[in-house]
C-alpha cells in the first residue's frame, strides 16, 4: 500500500521562520539607532507674544526636528537679558535687539546669525501737532527755545 505524503501545513512553515524574521528584525533595528536630536534652547527678549509666532510655527510644523534639532523656546521679561543668557551659556541662541552690537563691541563673546528685519523696527515719534516731517527739523529750535518748528 502507497501512501501519499502530504506537504507540511502551511503554518508550520510560518512559525518557523517567524523567530527568524524577528530575530533578523532585531539585529538590523540595533545597527541602526534612531538619529538623536540635538537639544538646543532659545531666549527670547519677552514674553511669549505674537512677534514671535514664526519660531512657535517652525516648532509646531516639525521644522526644527527635521533639521535634526529638538529646540526649546524659552520666554524672556524684565530682567531677562537674551544676550547675557547666550554669553553665559544658559542658552543656545537668542533673539534680541540691536543693542547686541553694542555687547559685543563691549567685549562680549557673541556672533550675529541673522538680522530679521529689513531695516530696524526702531522709530522716532512726535505728536502731529509739533509739524515735523523730517529728522533734520528736529533739530531747529522753535522761537520759545523748543526743537522743531510752529
Known amino acids: 500500500m502507497t501512501q501519499k505524503l502530504e506537504p507540511p501545513p502551511t503554518k508550520s512553515k510560518l512559525a518557523l521562520l517567524r523567530p527568524l524574521i524577528v530575530g533578523a528584525s532585531l539585529v538590523l533595528a540595533a545597527s541602526h539607532p534612531a538619529a538623536a536630536l540635538d537639544a538646543v534652547s532659545m531666549q527670547l527678549k519677552w514674553k511669549h507674544q505674537f512677534q514671535f509666532a514664526g519660531y512657535y510655527q517652525a516648532l509646531e510644523q516639525g521644522f526644527y526636528r527635521d533639521a535634526g534639532l529638538d529646540v526649546t523656546i524659552r520666554e524672556g521679561g524684565p530682567g531677562i537679558d537674551a544676550a547675557e543668557a547666550v554669553a553665559g551659556g544658559k542658552a543656545d541662541y537668542g533673539v534680541c535687539t540691536s543693542s547686541v552690537l553694542r555687547d559685543w563691541a563691549a567685549g ?6 541673522a538680522a530679521i528685519f529689513q531695516r530696524s523696527p526702531a522709530v522716532i515719534l512726535v505728536a502731529r501737532r509739533a ?20
Do not use: C, F, N, W
Open 108 to 113: 562680549r563673546q557673541l556672533i550675529v546669525l
Open 131 to 150: 509739524d515735523i516731517s523730517t529728522v533734520s527739523e528736529l533739530a531747529r529750535p522753535y522761537a520759545d527755545g523748543h526743537a522743531g518748528k510752529r
